[in-house]
C-alpha cells in the first residue's frame, strides 16, 4: 500500500477559510505535482479530500473523481484520519488536506510525537502493507519537483 499525504498548494489570503480558492501560483504547483505524481504513479489510486475548497481543488488536479474525508479537516487528530483510512481498500491513497494535520500524520507515521513541517504543495509518501508498518518512501517539497 502506498499513501500520499498532500498539503494543500497556495490559496488566497482573508475571506472565508472554507471557500478560500488557489492563487494563480497555487493553480501552478498544483498542476506541477499532479504531473509529477501521475508520472510515478502505479495503477489505480483514490483521491481523498479535505472539504475545504483549497484542498479539493488541489486533490482535482491528480483526479476529478475526488472523495471528501472529514477526517482531513485541519482540527481532526491524526489518529481518527489513521484509523479512517486504513479500512479503505486501495493500493495507493492520496490524501490532500491542510497544516497541522498532514505534518502530525507523518510524524505519527513515522513514530514522533510532534507535528513536521511542510510547505503548501509538499507531500509525504509512504509504503508499507498495512498503516501501522509504513514507512518513509520520501518527502519532496513543492521547490524540488
Not at 25 to 32: L, P, Q, S, V, Y
Not at 53 to 69: G, V
Not at 92 to 113: F, K, S, Y
Request: hydrophobic fraction near 40%.
Amino acid at each position: 500500500m502506498d499513501l500520499i499525504i498532500l498539503r494543500h498548494c497556495e490559496a488566497e489570503d482573508g475571506g472565508e477559510d472554507f471557500s478560500r480558492k488557489l492563487t494563480q501560483k497555487g493553480k501552478k504547483d498544483a498542476k506541477r505535482v499532479a504531473k509529477f505524481l501521475l508520472k510515478n504513479l502505479k495503477g489505480d489510486f483514490k483521491v481523498y479530500s479535505s472539504p475545504l475548497m483549497r484542498a479539493k481543488e488541489t486533490a482535482s488536479y491528480l483526479l476529478k473523481d475526488i472523495e471528501i474525508l472529514d477526517e482531513l479537516n485541519p482540527d481532526r487528530a491524526p489518529n481518527s484520519f489513521l484509523k479512517e483510512i486504513s479500512r479503505k481498500d486501495f493500493d495507493t491513497i492520496v490524501a490532500v488536506g491542510h497544516q497541522p494535520l498532514i505534518g502530525a500524520i507523518a510524524a505519527n507515521l513515522l513514530g514522533l510525537n510532534c507535528s513536521l513541517n511542510v510547505k503548501k504543495g509538499g507531500f509525504f509518501w509512504f509504503r508499507g502493507k498495512t498503516i501501522k508498518e509504513m514507512e518513509l518512501y520520501c518527502f519532496l517539497p513543492p521547490s524540488l519537483i
